[in-house]
């Protein structure tokens, strides 16, 4: 039930009887000598907090045909390196790993089409990740404090940056945003001081007054008579053309460039 090991801080292990269809928020919350964990296929659903502050939790097999990782999962489980995510999962929960400060490496599968705020927030040791093709928008907050973060592939498909989605990445060099996307949202790269180049589509009208500060190494590559082109030149960011824009700046007059309508 809910709570039902919560801070049951000298529980080492524990075996989930096969038969078991749900795993109820802040079950094992707070367990803090507790480093392995087997979850049952039977297992359809996991609540919020399920794991969280399991802070000596090392390793954990997630259940195929589990389909959502719920709110504060794994949240401060400081001792987790590794995890894999069966493909049955459609959703990565707000603050699912935050504070994950262990985990180097993870595989997101295509089934997944929304990953939340805050989902690897603080993740301090994650090097690289692949975001699947399914998912459309990053939402705010999800890989902020990522100081590790030196490599990160957005797929096609998303439209939207949210507000400090990569703040304080201060280990990424570049990255690309994909053609079709429209905005990029408040301090989205703040603090990315290792940040060399930005790959910037004409399809983005909306860049945040704040997006780049601190980023003071930073060289937008876009197309010339595009947004990104007026922002670069308002914010006295270095812009090389990649060639003439199709989708022409339509906001020179009424862009949000320093960000005094926020």
């Not at 709110?71 to 959703?91: K, N, Q, R, W, Y």
């Not at 490599?151 to 989605?165: L, Y």
């Amino acid at each position: 039930g809910w709570s039902a090991f919560k801070d049951c801080t000298g529980l080492t292990g524990i075996t989930i009887s096969n038969g078991v269809t749900i795993i109820e928020g802040s079950a094992f919350e707070g367990c803090t000598s507790l480093t392995a964990i087997a979850i049952p296929d039977s297992v359809m659903d996991i609540k919020y907090n399920a794991f969280k502050y399991c802070t000596g939790l090392k390793e954990i097999s997630i259940s195929n045909g589990v389909t959502i990782l719920d709110m504060s999962i794994f949240e401060g489980c400081t001792s987790l390196t590794a995890i894999a995510i069966p493909d049955s999962v459609t959703d990565i929960g707000y603050n699912a790993f935050k504070d994950c400060t262990g985990l180097t490496a993870i595989t997101i599968p295509n089934s997944v089409t929304d990953i939340y705020d805050d989902a690897f927030y603080g993740c301090t040791s994650l090097t690289e990740i692949t975001i699947p093709d399914g998912v459309t928008n990053i939402y705010d907050d999800v890989f902020y404090g990522c100081t590790s973060l030196e490599e990160i592939t957005i797929p096609d498909n998303v439209k939207s940056v949210g507000q400090e989605a990569f703040f304080d990445c201060v280990s990424l060099k570049e990255i690309t945003i994909p053609d079709g996307a429209t905005s990029i949202g408040w301090r989205a790269f703040k603090g990315c001081t290792s940040l060399t180049r930005i790959t910037i589509p004409d399809s983005v009208t909306n860049i945040d007054g704040e997006t780049f500060e601190d980023c003071n190494n930073v060289t937008i590559y876009g197309y010339t008579g595009s947004y990104a082109e007026t922002y670069a030149k308002k914010k006295d960011i270095p812009f090389v053309s990649l060639g003439n824009a199709t989708i022409l700046d339509p906001t020179l007059a009424k862009g949000d460039l320093d960000g005094s309508d926020r």
